[in-house]
């Protein structure tokens, strides 16, 4: 024995040894020498301890049992613990609630690490993905911008052979649209027929000289004015335009409007208003009134084709054009007022 080690520490390291040999089973308990009458040991580890090599143990010791989880004892009987074991079962359990405690902590520790990794983790990708959506769309925008035809002549050397729907294998002529290249108003038909085909222009057969006649009626000639279509090819039979083939189609219109930058858009028939302004409607319930397109004023009005069979939309087409011009010369005299010094004639 140390004579160098204190009686606590002594103490304590039986103490110890008793947890141990509780914990682990063991057969024998160390006791330092002198201490047997000194700890306050359980009567059962004092029987233990003070039995002789050789004998057996005591029926008041449970022997140990023979393998893990057997304490069946033979010619013995399981006994509860005698009050002197409950001390150390007591600070055994409070290790063990203390050790599981510890586990849990680290556990729930582990867990909130965990969860906040994770929410970083998805942050990060949600970020990530933002920025690629947004590199995504840049990368569109300028796409587009550099195939954007910087003029009509560039417009049309880009469409004219055009084949984004079926109407583009059967035509003649692709009809772009005619006109000035800066006009303030601009007449939007359906689509060609059979004389627009084969000439390759908007408006010659027998509805086109009607329009030219109309736009002279309110002091317009037609190189004032540009005229186009929804459609650039004819569809059969003069059939209406398929909603499909409006799709395909849309993209040149649109540029055409970019390019030109009109003040005034006129629609000419029901499937002009319907495509441009995207809704359903009739002539008689759109017409007369201004509507909104992308910041451009349009004009809903009947189809010249509509007039050569139907003598009574005459009256609401001049109605119509008449309040279009009245439009129109009231924008000439505001940027006229907007521009000190210019002459309205
Ligand atoms: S109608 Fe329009 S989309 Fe279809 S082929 Fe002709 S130009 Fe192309």
Known sequence: MNTQVSLSDLIRQTVQAVLQEEEQGLESLYLPEGLDGTLPLPVRMRSARSEQPGQPARPSQPAR?????????????????????????????????????????????????????SAAQATQAADAAQAADADQAAQAADA???????????????????????????????VFGSGNEHADVMFVGEAPGAQEDEQGQPFVGQAGKLLTRIL?????????????????????????????????CDAILKEQIRLIRPRLICALGRVAAQALLGKNGSIRSLRGR??????????????????????????????????LRKEYDRIVQSDAQATPGTEVS
């Open 144 to 174: 587009d911008q550099a195939t954007q035809a910087t003029s009509l002549e560039a417009l049309y050397a880009k469409y004219h052979r055009c084949t984004a729907c079926a109407l583009g294998f059967k035509r003649k002529h692709f």
């Open 65 to 117: 049992p023979s393998q893990p989880g057997d304490t069946s004892q033979p010619g013995g009987t399981s006994q509860p613990a005698g009050p002197g074991v409950a001390a150390p079962a007591a600070r055994m359990n409070q290790a063990a609630g203390a050790a599981q405690a510890a586990r849990m902590n680290q556990a729930a520790g582990a867990a909130q690490v965990d969860q906040a990794a």
């Open 290 to 323: 201004f509507h909104d397109y992308h910041g451009i004023k349009l004009l809903v009005t009947y189809h010249p084709s509509g007039l050569l069979r139907n003598a009574a939309y005459k009256r609401p087409t001049w109605e119509d054009v008449q309040l």
């Open 216 to 248: 002279n009626a309110i002091d317009f000639t037609r190189d004032e004015v540009y005229i186009t279509n929804i459609l650039k090819c004819r569809p059969p039979n003069n059939r209406d335009p398929m909603p499909e083939e409006i799709d395909a």
